[in-house]
């Protein structure tokens, strides 16, 4: 059967993907951690979302892994749509999650630079409990969040400056239309980094997409909502 490889976004882990993997039974799953985040917070972060792109490619090429579905979330979508444009024959289905085609987050809860700047001022803990916080529609009262948030602090300052550049940088508005894997776009209602024209945009400009809205949920559906997540994520990579 044919893999799905989960990439997670700025902050993220594979540890974040542990309820995907129980409710996709029958499904192989890979669940990578890029370099400066997560299992792999001691390794440098890639500077620029292409270099995330070529990391991923070769360590699904160690794997012997040929062929996958791939989800990337929020900054791993961005990653994804390299992977796609790097690797198109090896991506059967792509999911594009709580992303856009641009790296700016033009709408974003707070702008690329103040949180550059709050990562100074702040430090790495309260930086990345703060982000965390905005992932969830109910901040740091939901169920979800100190176990994100853990994960989010385990990357380091170096990871957190090099990951805003990285999406700051990086533009693949100008490719969607070269997209040619079946794609499904996924984006909760309310989600604060990603507002709704970023993912219109997506939907509308790749060639063979369909458009998935789970209300009531802000960036990170799959621990807000996971029966429906999971659901829709189980349908797509399954059907014939």
């Avoid at 700051?168 to 997209?179: F, Q, S, T, V, Y």
């Amino acid at each position: 059967m044919i893999p799905l490889v989960f990439v997670h976004g700025f902050m993220g882990g594979s540890a974040q993907w542990d309820g995907q993997v129980a409710a996709l039974a029958g499904v192989p799953v890979i669940a990578l951690d890029l370099p400066g985040y997560g299992k792999n917070a001691h390794l440098e972060a890639c500077r620029d979302i292409v270099d995330f792109a070529h990391w991923a490619l070769d360590e699904l090429e160690r794997q012997n892994v040929a062929r996958f579905h791939l989800l990337g979330h929020s900054m791993g979508g961005m990653i994804a749509q390299e992977m796609a444009a790097l690797a198109p024959d090896r991506i059967v289905r792509l999911v594009l999650y709580g992303t856009g085609g641009q790296g700016v987050l033009p709408g974003r809860f707070e702008t690329i630079e103040t949180s550059k700047s709050r990562v100074a001022t702040d430090g790495v803990r309260n930086t990345a409990r703060r982000i965390a916080a905005t992932w969830f529609l109910d901040c740091e009262q939901a169920p979800g969040f100190e176990a994100c948030a853990a994960i989010a602090q385990m990357a380091g300052k170096q990871s957190l400056l090099a990951g805003l550049d990285a999406m700051n940088r990086w533009d693949g508005e100008a490719r969607l239309h070269d997209i040619i894997a079946q794609t499904l776009v996924i984006w909760g209602d309310r989600d604060r980094t990603y507002p709704w024209p970023q993912v219109q945009k997506l939907w509308q400009a790749i060639p063979n997409t369909s458009l998935a809205v789970i209300p009531n949920c802000a960036h990170v559906p799959h621990l807000e909502s996971p029966d429906v997540f999971n659901a829709i994520l189980k349908g797509f990579v399954t059907k014939a």
